[in-house]
């Protein structure tokens, strides 16, 4: 009985349970802990392979980035060449959209095409514009490596919407060896313009100074910076030919902003050690570049000159982006803002040229051109303001002697130069026998046809006149191929030009148009390169009908920019034409009966911070100039001035300033001083500022032309021409990831 009492007791038995459950658990909290560290581990993995997606798309991103700059690029050259060879009244729309769109794609093909080959993309040039931060470094194996998908080119490929750039494949590898593959094509779309809106209204309200009567910059080791366009008539300082339009001296310095552009009627003039500096992107457009002794002109970006720069004493200059010298006597006469009877009675004031003044004892001058992109000079020197034309389009004044007509020309016997009382070219038969004068046999020797006088001083001298530009660069190199002619020409350059700071790339990259020869050094010394005339076997650059265009193109764009700051010439009235800058902008008669007697009213609204928002229009024509210092600004925004008269700014201002007169900057006691444009401000005062006098109200469309075109809804101005956002024109397409 004992054995089976025995076997039935279960005493033991929660032992067993206990450590049956204990194991349980355990097993499950190994199996949660297992899983918890999976999940980790894979929320771990997760992230840094979204992390490297996200880095390679973030590389991706920067070569879009880097591709909108050159869309914006192409876009805008496109739209200038466009705008400069064809007039609204002569060309349909639909010329002008094929014409944009051609040199578009041709413009971005040259930027990202291969060199030999525009079909296909130079990946290089999309790396470059990877972040240092994502860039692949070859030492550790990391970061963003571009190349094509397998078995596939580098397609760059013309469709109807646009170029696109086909086949590209970008893998990022991290420090952790994890890799993303992003595959995609990128698109870059044309741009949709209006050709005939966008010249019928001004820019106005992007610029911060507009002076039919230029802009003089007194400041005196202080830096004016200028984040706005600028437009500066002109003036006479002597003589009628001495026009100034935007001038610095005493030491003062200018720096143009980013993307800004300068518009002068006159010369650009830099003197008396001031300088004049543009940051990336400017534009200039100018009659002249004068730079005389110590002074300094530093220009990037695009600029336009009608006539010449001209370089005197120890003037420094350096050029970089592209230099349109545009004017050529004949090009000029096609254009139809030009009277050809003036061209004819000055042809080097139509003539764009480089010309060194050089002034002994007064140090060298230095003219960098390195960094260049494209230099055209499509005119030539001329010796004083006659008819004596160079073979140079960048010439040194030491070089005129060689023009002088040599002694076997004359079948007299005379000097050159000679007294102008022993002038035979005043003989009473002269006119009718030139031949009992000059040998004309001889004449042809040196590429020559004629010989053509010049006065000074008492003396008149005989110099060479040649038929056309290819003749005279013809005489220049053959002249200095002699080894005796060379050299005296070195030792007089050396006394006036730092040798080793008259330079321009020789890269076949560099586009370089001259109608005559231009002087450079390298290595080896002095040497001539020779002009687009005789490359192209022209007699003369006008000859070429695309850059005939552009520069006759180019002549009328000036000119309507001067008369109403519009690209567009032809589509200007007669009205429009007979009228200043400023008048076109203004209602004068409607200003002055605003202003009455009192000369000057207040246009005004209190904006929702409480800020009196102002636009000053005064009458001061012929009286003193208006004063814009801190006291006049203080208490109120002033966002718009309009003055009849003169205006002088001695604080930073920020606004446009519209002025009859002439605009000066003196700002005594600071370091520097800004002027900007502010768009914003200056729309909402022309929208809602009002005057009030008596039981009237004035606003400010009774005084500015065309106001409602500068407002759109409040705070939105309207800037003249169609707004391209670039964000929307560079897409990708056929995007996968790995």
């Not at 001004?202 to 984040?227: F, H, I, K, Q, S």
């Not at 001209?310 to 349109?324: A, K, P």
């Not at 000119?559 to 209602?587: C, G, M, P, W």
Request: glycine share 8%; hydrophobic share 35%; net charge negative.
């Amino acid at each position: 009985m004992n054995r089976w009492k025995k076997s039935r007791d279960n005493r033991g038995m929660s032992l067993v349970m206990v450590i049956g459950t204990v194991a349980l658990v355990s097993i499950l909290v190994v199996i949660v802990l297992s899983l918890s560290l999976m999940n980790i581990q894979m929320k771990s993995v997760y992230k840094k392979s979204a992390d490297n997606f996200y880095d390679a798309e973030a590389a991706m991103d920067e070569i879009r980035t880097g591709l909108q700059q050159d869309v914006a690029d192409a876009a805008t050259t496109a739209y200038l060449s466009v705008m400069s060879q064809y007039s609204a009244s002569s060309y349909q729309d639909a010329v002008r959209q094929s014409t944009f769109r051609e040199l578009y794609r041709k413009e971005l093909k040259k930027k990202i095409g291969q060199t030999m080959d525009d079909t296909h993309y130079d990946i290089g040039y999309l790396e470059n514009y990877i972040g240092a931060s994502h860039r692949y470094e070859a030492a550790t194996g990391t970061g963003a490596r571009l190349t094509t998908q397998d078995g596939k080119d580098a397609d760059l490929v013309v469709t109807q919407s646009g170029l696109v750039i086909m086949n590209l494949e970008l893998s990022y590898k991290d420090a952790d060896a994890y890799e993303s593959v992003v595959d995609t094509d990128l698109v870059l779309s044309y741009p949709q313009v209006n050709f005939i809106q966008s010249t019928s209204v001004p820019d106005l309200l992007n610029y911060c100074v507009v002076a039919d009567e230029g802009v003089w910059v007194n400041n005196g080791n202080r830096t004016l910076t200028m984040n706005g366009n600028v437009y500066a008539g002109d003036y006479y300082t002597g003589s009628s030919s001495d026009r100034n339009g935007f001038h610095i001296d005493n030491s003062g310095s200018v720096m143009l902003g980013l993307r800004k552009t300068l518009i002068t009627r006159g010369g650009l003039t830099v003197e008396n050690k001031g300088s004049f500096t543009t940051d990336t992107k400017a534009t200039i457009w100018a009659d002249n570049l004068n730079v005389y002794s110590n002074a300094a002109l530093s220009l990037s970006g695009s600029t336009y000159v009608s006539d010449d720069l001209t370089i005197t004493g120890s003037g420094d200059v350096t050029l970089r982006g592209e230099y349109y010298g545009y004017g050529n006597p004949e090009t000029a006469k096609a254009a139809a803002s030009v009277v050809t009877e003036e061209v004819n009675a000055n042809k080097a004031a139509y003539s764009s040229a480089m010309i060194i003044n050089g002034i002994a004892d007064s140090g060298k001058a230095s003219i960098r051109m390195n960094g260049l992109k494209t230099l055209m000079l499509a005119g030539n020197a001329y010796i004083g303001s006659g008819n004596a034309m160079m073979g140079e389009s960048l010439a040194v004044k030491s070089s005129q002697t060689a023009y002088l007509a040599p002694a076997d020309c004359f079948l007299i016997k005379t000097t050159n130069p000679t007294t102008v009382a022993e002038d035979f070219m005043a003989k009473s038969d002269f006119a009718a026998t030139p031949e009992k004068y000059i040998n004309y046999e001889v004449l042809k020797n040196y590429h020559a046809f004629d010989i053509t006088p010049l006065y000074k001083d008492g003396l008149v001298y005989y110099f060479l006149k040649f038929e056309n530009a290819k003749e005279a660069a013809a005489f220049d190199l053959a002249y200095y191929n002699d080894a005796d002619h060379a050299a005296t020409r070195q030792q007089y350059l050396s006394l006036y030009v730092d040798d080793a700071e008259l330079s321009i790339r020789e890269s076949s990259t560099v586009e370089k148009i001259t109608n005559g020869s231009i002087l450079v050094w390298d290595t080896k010394g002095i040497r001539t390169i020779e002009p687009t005339t005789i490359s192209n076997g022209l007699d003369d650059i006008y000859e070429d009908g695309y850059y005939a265009g552009l520069q006759s193109g180019w002549q009328d764009m000036y000119a309507s920019y001067n008369i109403s700051l519009t690209k567009d010439y032809e589509r200007l009235t007669t009205e429009q034409k007979a009228a200043t800058v400023f008048e076109n902008l203004v209602d004068v008669d409607g200003l002055k009966k605003i202003t009455g007697t009192s000369g000057a009213v207040e246009f005004e609204f209190t904006d929702g911070d409480g800020i009196r928002q102002v636009a000053y229009v005064t009458d001061n024509e012929g009286a003193s100039a208006l004063e814009v210092d801190a006291s006049f600004l203080g208490g109120k925004n002033v966002p718009l001035i309009i003055a009849t008269g003169d205006v002088k700014v001695t604080a930073d201002y920020s606004g446009t300033i519209l002025s009859g007169g002439q605009v000066t900057f003196g700002m005594p006691g600071s370091s520097s001083s800004t002027v900007s444009s502010d768009m914003q401000d200056a729309a909402r005062v022309i929208q809602n500022a009002e005057y009030k006098k008596g039981s009237d109200t004035y606003i400010l469309s009774q005084v500015l032309k065309n106001s409602q075109y500068y407002v759109g809804s409040i705070g939105k101005a309207y800037t003249g021409e169609d707004a391209v956002d670039v964000t929307k024109l560079v897409t990708y397409q056929n995007w996968s990831k790995e």
